[in-house]
């Protein structure tokens, strides 16, 4: 899994990251997150509690 942090600031600097396509690119699950604000990080959690129930 891998969390994008300070998606917020990236946006505010007009940078864009697709992050379905990178998922499909590493083929890993990719989570946009803004940790100061707590955007996705329950999504984050979610999805580690998915993967480790999986294994």
């Known amino acids: 899994?891998?969390?994008l942090n300070q998606?917020?600031?990236?946006?505010?600097?007009g940078i864009r990251i697709d992050h379905e396509k990178l998922e499909k690119l590493l083929g890993i699950p990719v989570i946009p997150t803004v940790a100061v604000s707590g955007t996705g990080i329950y999504e984050l959690l979610e999805k580690a509690v998915e993967v480790t129930e999986k294994k």
């Open 1 to 3: 899994i891998m969390a």
């Open 7 to 13: 998606m917020d600031m990236a946006k505010k600097k």
